[in-house]
């Protein structure tokens, strides 16, 4: 499969969706690519609107009496799957919406799919939303609203669980439907997957090319940098200071890793343990393997109290000398 290449702005959104869902980034983007081809909007009435599919067999079951006549003889419902056809334009389909809305607002806006998820209207009330209108919003609220709507079902639907795991299989079987191997909807997603590790971590982490750390250096960049060797199950301190034992086992991961053993951490350093440790969090279920924080570590109040000690203790001493 080749996948397509992500806009900025929505390489953005999934990340900040798969930050609250616990999720690998690429994991989300390999979703979005399988189900939209990585396009999210088309120009309609001169605005930027959500790709979207008209079910007519989802419309049919809505309607009843009058309403289902008028419907079924425009052309715009029909009891079996696949027998009202959409138009290959997103304008033609819009205007196909609206035509069924004129008949019947609910069941025209449910009987759509909206996004880059392809989310059915239908399941509003199940994903929590007050009204179908208000699904809708969110799907017509830019690329962050349909990434949000995407989100939303895959983790009401239990399948976040399946996207840490790696498990596509299981995935594309809930997200898709039992007939999902037609498609190779599974194999088409584990593709996207590994196309769009590597890249999501250049583009989620661009800071760490301006970082360079040595030994001798200390502070919360330090600190940041141990954990995360500590993720990949290097035995090291957590304190924040990079000292002897930090810059050994910085060395080790760059020869485990086919770097430059230079003992310094810079932007193809950083690169590579942030793609590791994105890996190792995939293949872990998204969890921290350095478990807890440190307890090594002074909170910044045991600092300040241990400050107000040293400071008493000296009072305390001076005196004592001039007694």
């Known amino acids: ?45 001169g605005r930027d609107e959500p790709l979207i599919r008209f079910e007519g067999h989802y419309f049919d079951r809505r309607l009843a009496g009058r309403a289902r006549a008028i419907a079924r003889e425009a052309g715009l419902a029909h009891p079996r799957a696949g027998a009202v056809k959409n138009p290959r334009s997103q304008a033609a389909r819009w205007t196909m919406l609206e035509r069924a809305a004129a008949i019947h607002h609910v069941a ?24 179908v209108d208000a699904l809708v919003a969110d799907a017509r609220n830019g690329i962050g609203g349909q990434v949000r709507l995407m989100g939303r079902f895959i983790a009401r639907a239990g399948l976040d669980d399946a996207l840490r795991r790696q498990d596509f299989r299981a995935f594309a079987k ?55 060797l ?53 293949r872990s279920g998204g969890k921290d393997d350095s478990g807890a924080e440190d307890a090594s570590i002074p909170s910044s109040v045991g600092w300040a109290l241990l400050t107000l000690l040293y400071a008493v203790l000296q009072r305390v001493f001076a005196r004592t000398r001039l007694d």
């Open 230 to 282: 500590t993720v990949l199950g290097y035995d090291l301190r957590v304190d924040g200071r990079f000292g002897p034992q930090t810059d050994a086992v910085l060395k080790r991961f760059q020869a485990d890793h086919d770097l430059v053993i230079d003992g310094i951490a810079g932007p193809r350093t950083f690169a590579e343990l942030v793609r590791a440790t994105a890996s190792q969090t995939a």
């Open 174 to 228: 809930g997200y898709n439907g039992p007939a999902y191997a037609k498609n190779a909807y599974d194999t088409k997603l584990e593709a996207a997957f590994g196309a769009y590790q590597r890249s999501f971590v250049k583009a989620l982490a661009p800071k760490t090319k301006t970082i360079t750390l040595r030994r001798g250096m200390d502070g919360p960049a330090v600190h940041k940098m141990q954990r995360d």
């Open 1 to 45: 499969m080749v996948v397509p290449k992500l806009a900025a702005p929505l390489v953005e959104a999934i990340g900040r969706e798969a930050k609250r869902l616990d999720l690998s980034p690429a994991a989300l983007a390999a979703v979005v690519a399988v189900e939209s081809g990585g396009r999210l909007s088309a120009r309609v009435a």
């Open 108 to 131: 025209a806006y449910e009987s759509c799919s909206w996004g880059c998820g392809q989310v059915m209207g239908s399941h509003w009330r199940w994903l929590g939303y007050p009204s």
